[in-house]
Structure formats: C-alpha cells, structure tokens
C-alpha cells in the first residue's frame, strides 16, 4: 500500500540553526513528491514539488528537497531557518491512479525560538 | 492571489446531525478534493471530484458521506448521521486541469458532542 512517513513529529530549532526534515515513501511506481507547510491559523501551502528531472528541488522562502530514490527519501532542508518558519510541514506523494489524490506523511511541528 | 475558502472555520454539532461544510475552490479549477485530520494524526484523502462526478473516494467515505458541487462555484460535503469520531479538520483543495498543485482551504474544524 502507498505510504509517506515522516521521522521527526516534533522539532525545536533555534534561529539560524540547519533544518532537516525527514520523508519516506512507499510507492511502486512513478512517484510524484511534494512538500506543504501550514503556519499557523493558515491553510496549506506548497513549498516545492519533485515530478522528475534535477532530484535537488528548490522551493519556496529558501527551502530545498533531494529526491533519492535508492532510499526512496525526499527529505526537506533549509540552511537557516528563522523564527517565522515555525509552522506545520507536511510530505505527500501522489497516489495511484490518475485523479490527482495527495497521500500526507503525519506531519512535522517545527519550532523556532528567537 | 485567488484562494479557495471554507465556511464554516468551525461547526459544533451534536451526534447523529447533519453537517454540510462549504467550500468555494478557485474559480477555473476542474479537479476537487476533500481530505481530513483527525487530531493527533495524518492528513487523510477523502474523496476527489470531476465534471460533476466522484472520480475516487476512500474507505473513509461511505454512505454518510456525500459531495456536491450544486451551482457550479460551491462544493459541499454532506455527513448525513455525525458520529464522534467524524471529529475533525477538514480541508478541501481544487486543482486546475492543466496543473499539478492542489490550492487548499483554511479547513473547517468540525466537533461532535
């Protein structure tokens, strides 16, 4: 069965620290990957996506994802984060089939501390 | 920048009550979708939605769940009989036809008593 699996539920950073936020997938098949942040009192937004082509995405607000599919990862980074990316971030993959349903990892809270 | 909106922000209602929750996706969009949280875990898809039909849907959703899209803007999702684990975040997204990114609402926080 199509998952996505999130590692850390809870992050605490302080400002200007490197983030790293991990993503597994489990898919068979081509995988569409996508990454959204919800902030607070927001609705979800995309940050970046990776279809296919550069496995190095670049989204928005400086984030960044590697796809590496021989881990079958697609984990989101940021060199330096700041106290307004304290937020909800989601992963999610495409499922099967081709009506465009989004399949969500348990989502990650991270904090930043100014 | 448009958006798509959801109305209520939040619905108390009482077990075994009819709920619909509105959603007004982005004007162009084709594809629609509705998904939930419940507190604590994933975002869950519910059912998706094209040229005036259900195109997938969950397990999830079974016959107290339904969706429409009754005047061509709006697009509801019905529960027929609440239950109180149907307590949840509910979010609905639209996608355009020649685009790959689902725009989400604000979500409509539904509490069953």
């Known amino acids: 069965a199509q998952s996505v699996s999130q590692h850390n539920h809870h992050v605490i950073l302080s400002e200007a620290a490197s983030l790293e936020l991990g993503c597994n997938y489990s898919?068979?098949?081509?995988?569409?990957l996508f990454w959204y942040v919800q902030y607070p009192g927001q609705h979800l937004q995309l940050l970046l996506k990776?279809?296919?082509?550069?496995?190095l995405v670049k989204g928005i607000k400086g984030f960044e994802a590697e796809f590496i599919k021989s881990k079958f990862s697609f984990n989101l980074r940021k060199p330096s984060v700041q106290w307004s990316d304290t937020a909800e971030y989601f992963c999610?993959?495409?499922?099967?089939?081709?009506?465009?349903?989004?399949?969500f990892g348990q989502g990650t809270t991270l904090q930043v501390k100014p | 920048e448009p958006e798509v909106t959801q109305t209520p922000s939040h619905q108390v209602t009482q077990m075994g009550q009819e709920v619909i929750l509105r959603c007004v996706p982005i004007?162009?969009?084709?594809?629609f979708y509705w998904y939930r949280q419940i507190l604590g875990q994933k975002v869950e898809f519910l059912v998706s939605?094209?040229?005036?039909?259900?195109?997938?849907k969950s397990e999830i959703f079974d016959d107290q769940f339904s969706v429409e899209r009754p005047d061509g803007s709006n697009f509801t999702l019905k529960i027929r009989s609440t239950k109180l684990e149907d307590s949840a975040m509910y979010f609905c997204?639209?996608?355009?036809?020649?685009?790959?990114?689902?725009?989400f609402g604000p979500g409509t926080r539904l509490t069953v008593l």
């Open positions: 999610a993959a495409h499922g099967s089939g081709n009506t465009g349903k989004l399949i």
């Open positions: 898919y068979g098949g081509t995988v569409n």
């Open positions: 990776y279809f296919s082509g550069d496995p």
């Open positions: 004007s162009n969009h084709l594809y």
């Open positions: 939605f094209y040229n005036n039909e259900i195109s997938e």
């Open positions: 997204a639209s996608l355009a036809g020649d685009s790959d990114t689902q725009y």
